[in-house]
């Protein structure tokens, strides 16, 4: 949890009240639940992407070779 946020106990116990702590946990037990149920997903709502529109999307970071013969 502590790497989560990037802190130390200390910095908890001598700035944070209970209620922000509790808050913290509640909302980094919701994004993990979030994050498995996203990562769990098994329908098929899944999007393909074409290799031309990725390498678009990507400014440029991904090169897309074609093959010979295409």
């Not at 009240?17 to 980094?28: G, V």
């Not at 031309?52 to 970071?61: H, V, Y």
């Amino acid at each position: 949890m502590l790497f989560e946020w990037h802190i130390t106990p200390d910095y908890i116990v001598t700035n944070w009240t209970d209620e922000l702590l509790l808050l913290m946990t509640d909302k980094l037990v919701e994004r993990k639940n979030r994050e498995t149920n996203a990562l769990s997903r098994t329908d098929d709502t899944s999007q393909s992407v074409s290799p031309e529109t990725l390498a678009a999307m990507s400014n440029g970071m991904i090169k897309v070779e074609k093959k010979h013969g295409d």
